[in-house]
């Protein structure tokens, strides 16, 4: 069986978790199973990194300097608890301490600069993983296992230029992946590859979208025609909602590529949005699973539904740090094109929408996108658009939330819409906007981000979520 593991941020946060998954590796591996790893960032990592990089424009050496020594030490730790030899403990070592004073030079270099562009800013994220994969290879190697560390770009992922969301262009993935990978897989070799990060076709560096290790477990899955993608995280599966929000939630044991794809969209974090798009095409399973229950079997995502649960609604999404924009103008009603314009100015600024509604009247268009990107969502609406005669007004409301409730059986079930607002309104909270797409899987709203909690658990219960 040849299978790509994934393991996310807190499955390899610490040495000691970056020892168990060593120990889960090469057991897989001695039981016949050809492996290859993928791994995020040490959890809390991409985010300092994310963090410095903004400060740094406007930091100075000394800062720079305490935030890089704090990232070595919490490395250095992590090695000495996760590697058991001392040769390998050094060899890692020295690459972290290279790696760090890279990273060191980098910051200091935008600072000097004062300017961050998407591009510098996947570099320096990019450090994440590139300190974390040499410390998983090391702790494998420990178990005397062969192994070889990659990072996205020396494995041969390459993607186009869409610094912060790049996607890969497969078809010369998948060739220099198969060149560079396969014969080490062949003959047992375990290749653990950085996750998150490739490159373009230049070799600048480039990322895949936050959480875009799971993408890059199964761009390489792909790639290497594996039998199965294990995604390792710390939660036992695809859950009827986000523990952390209902601790009642139940494990889903399978779901359809349709059905996962549109939870991980509606921000099930347990997967990143893009990250089935190869595997659909291949029809290769995708696991998800816990690092802390590696027993349990986790959720299984295939071509087919689970025929045995045939309740409607299967789960329910809280999607935070998103904003609605309102375009409004007498001008829009009844003039063709007029929406195109604005999809196509957000479209150009790379802006995506993630949910839409209009009302019959056409004098406005509600659209809901990333928080971040308000700012240039606003300032490109009202260049483009504002005096032009059909756009009189864009405004924001940036303390949203989308609740998203999903489910394969929605389809063609009456009274599920109805159900769900009265419970809504049952809670006495105010809906902002809905919206329904034809493939009738899923019903996602907006309310007040301080009520986002409140509605999910409302719906959770309602539809029996916590038993089925
Ligand atoms: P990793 O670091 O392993 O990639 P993530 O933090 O990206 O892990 O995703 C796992 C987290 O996703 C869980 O800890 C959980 O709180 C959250 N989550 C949100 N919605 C769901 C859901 N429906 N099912 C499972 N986990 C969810
Ligand atoms: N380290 C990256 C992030 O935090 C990628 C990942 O964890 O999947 O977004
Ligand atoms: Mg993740």
Redesign the pocket.
């Known amino acids: 069986m040849k299978i790509v593991m994934k393991f ?4 390899v946060g610490t040495g000691k978790n970056i020892r168990h998954v060593a120990n889960l590796v090469t057991q897989h591996a001695k039981n016949d199973c050809k492996v290859a790893v993928v791994v ?1 960032a040490l ?1 809390g990592v991409t985010n300092s990194l994310l963090e410095i990089a903004c400060q740094a424009k406007k930091s100075d050496a000394k800062h720079i300097e305490t935030v890089t020594k704090k990232l070595l030490q919490k490395h250095l730790e992590a090695i000495s608890t996760a590697i058991t030899s001392k040769q390998i403990q050094k060899e890692v070592s020295q690459i972290t301490e290279n790696t760090i004073s890279e990273l060191e030079k980098v910051l200091t270099g935008i600072c000097y600069v004062g300017e961050l562009t998407p591009k510098s800013k996947d570099y320096v994220v990019s450090f994440g993983e590139r300190l974390s994969a040499p410390i998983v290879w090391g702790a494998i190697k420990d178990h005397k296992t062969e192994t070889q560390c990659f990072t996205g770009k020396e494995a041969g992922i390459v993607t186009d230029s869409n610094f912060g969301d790049a996607d890969p262009l497969m078809n010369y993935t998948t060739h220099l992946v198969r060149e560079r990978l396969g014969p080490l897989l062949e003959k047992g070799v375990i290749p653990v590859v950085t996750g998150f990060i490739a490159a373009n076709q230049d070799g600048i560096v480039t990322t895949v979208g936050r ?1 875009g ?2 993408y890059t477990a199964t761009i390489l899955g792909v790639a290497l025609q594996v039998d199965e993608i294990w995604i390792w ?3 036992d599966g ?2 009827t ?4 929000i209902v601790p009642a939630a139940q494990m889903l044991p399978q779901l359809s590529y349709q059905e996962a794809a549109e ?1 991980a969209i509606f ?4 997967m990143h949005p893009r990250a089935l798009g190869p595997v659909i095409k291949e029809n290769i399973p995708v696991r998800i699973r816990s690092t802390l229950h590696p027993d349990n079997q986790g959720t299984l995502i295939t071509k087919e539904p689970n025929a045995k649960i045939t309740e409607a609604v299967k ?1 329910v ?1 809280l999607i935070k740090d998103v904003a609605m924009v309102n375009v409004n103008g007498a001008g829009m009603v009844g003039a063709p094109g007029s929406y195109a314009k604005v999809f196509e100015v957000l479209g150009k600024n790379n802006i995506n929408i993630m949910m839409i509604s209009t009302a019959v009247s056409e004098a406005n268009i509600s659209m809901v996108i990333r928080r971040n990107l308000v700012g240039r969502a606003l300032s490109t609406l009202e260049i483009a658009l504002i005096g032009r005669g059909t756009v009189s007004e864009v405004t924001t409301e940036d303390d949203v939330a989308v609740v998203a409730v999903m489910g394969a059986n929605m389809k063609g079930t009456l009274g599920v819409a109805s159900k769900i607002f009265s419970t809504v309104a049952k809670a006495g909270i105010n809906i902002r906007m809905i919206a329904q797409g034809s493939s009738e899987l899923n019903i996602s709203f907006v309310v007040k981000e301080k009520d986002g909690t409140a509605v999910v658990r409302a719906i959770h219960k309602e539809f029996g979520l916590d038993k089925i």
């Open positions: 996310g941020g807190t499955s995020s959890a959480g290790s799971d995280t710390d939660v695809i859950m909602t986000d523990p952390k939870m921000g099930a974090k347990a789960a999404a």
